[in-house]
């Protein structure tokens, strides 16, 4: 079993950066594929980015690669999203999940996924 708590959201700017971080609790983080998922109010719940096992690699939506940086400390069981140039269409509950088949990708689905976390509010100002 693995709980995740999602914590850095908050409220910025237009070009403001943020970063995410996601703590695990439990043995089964560095098993876990990982993935940063969002919904905006009215939308699905979209995948972000994820990150293997390993760390060794990552894969993101087109919408935010070259200003998202996922990572992950398996010591710390913790995972992170660096995200930089924010837009507007950036604001969305961001979600952190994990999944013991090992996916992360952008072709994954929220239902590969097993663990989720409750969310962090990302609001980004014009």
């Known amino acids: 079993q693995v709980q995740l708590v999602e914590s850095g959201g908050g409220l910025v700017q237009a070009g403001d950066s943020l970063r995410l971080s996601c703590a695990a609790s439990?043995?089964?983080?560095?098993?876990?594929?990982m993935g940063w998922f969002r919904q905006a109010p009215g939308k699905e719940r979209e995948f972000v980015a994820g990150?293997?096992?390993?760390?060794?690699?990552?894969d993101y939506a087109d919408s935010v690669k070259g200003r998202f940086t996922i990572s992950r400390d398996n010591a710390k069981n913790t995972m992170y999203l660096q995200m930089n140039s924010l837009k507007p269409e950036d604001t969305a509950v961001y979600y952190c999940?994990?999944?013991?088949?090992?996916?992360?990708?952008?072709?994954?689905?929220?239902?590969?996924?097993?663990?989720w976390g409750q969310g962090t509010q990302v609001t980004v100002s014009s």
């Open positions: 999940a994990g999944s013991l088949r090992g996916y992360f990708g952008r072709y994954s689905y929220v239902n590969d996924y097993d663990y």
């Open positions: 439990g043995r089964t983080f560095s098993s876990c594929g």
């Open positions: 990150i293997t096992r390993s760390g060794g690699n990552t």
